[in-house]
Structure formats: structure tokens, C-alpha cells
């Protein structure tokens, strides 16, 4: 049974900084074609922040992160990381990682229908 657990959310303020963590049990980074992090806000869609090619690395954001949040995977600790910086109060949001063991086209990496795996959330909150 695959898990995927998500730590490390909580409050900060406009311009800090978050590092979020999805542990996978179940499965190791080698059994999914891609991971990614998405995140849903009250009223909203969930919208894709940013995913990895487990096999060759490619990474791929959304705009309204780019150069802001760093994706990464740690495949020793099974782990997928997401690096938040300059964060501003338009960033809160419960946020979650997903995995998929089905191949993507290039480019539609960000869209929540191509994963199978998902997480629980954790809740990022930022003040102004």
C-alpha cells in the first residue's frame, strides 16, 4: 500500500520561508514517472506548483512560483521536498505531494488528473 505523508507545514510571516516534506512508504521515487507538489485553498482549484521526472530530473513550475519554490528529491530518505521562499499571504493554502506511475506528456506535469497517489496535506499560512 503506497503512503505519502506531507510534514513541515505551519505559519510564517510575508517573506519567509517553509520547507515542506512528502515521506513515501510503500513504493520507492523509482516506481512513479513523475512527483509533484499541489496546492488547494479554500474556494479554489487545486493548482500545480511544480513536478520532477523521477528518471531524468526535468523539473518543471508554475508561473506563479517560478524562481520563488525549489522541488527536489532526495531518493536516499524516499522523500520529496518543496522549498518556499519570499513567501506572500496569496501562498496560503493546504498543500499536497502526488506521485504517478503512468507516463506524462511533456508539459502537463502541473494538471492534478494525471496522478494516482496522493498525500494527506499540510497547511501553509502566511501573514502580511
Known amino acids: 500500500e503506497v503512503q505519502m505523508v506531507e510534514s513541515g507545514g505551519g505559519s510564517v510571516q510575508a517573506g519567509g520561508s517553509l520547507r515542506v516534506s512528502c515521506s513515501v512508504a510503500?513504493?520507492?521515487?523509482?516506481?512513479?514517472?513523475?512527483m509533484a507538489w499541489f496546492r488547494q485553498a479554500p474556494g479554489k482549484e487545486r493548482e500545480g506548483l511544480a513536478s520532477?521526472?523521477?528518471?531524468?530530473?526535468?523539473?518543471h513550475y508554475a508561473d506563479s512560483v517560478k524562481g520563488r519554490f525549489t522541488i527536489s528529491l532526495d531518493t536516499a530518505k524516499n522523500t520529496l521536498y518543496l522549498q518556499m521562499n519570499s513567501l506572500k499571504p496569496e501562498d496560503t493554502a493546504m498543500y499536497f505531494c502526488?506521485?504517478?506511475?503512468?507516463?506524462?506528456?511533456?508539459?502537463?506535469?502541473?494538471?492534478?488528473?494525471?496522478?494516482?497517489?496522493w498525500g494527506q496535506g499540510t497547511q501553509v499560512t502566511v501573514s502580511s
Open positions: 502526488a506521485a504517478t506511475q503512468t507516463p506524462v506528456f511533456e508539459g502537463l506535469g502541473l494538471y492534478s488528473y494525471n496522478y494516482q497517489y
Open positions: 510503500g513504493y520507492t521515487y523509482s516506481d512513479y514517472y513523475l
Open positions: 520532477i521526472d523521477t528518471g531524468l530530473g526535468n523539473l
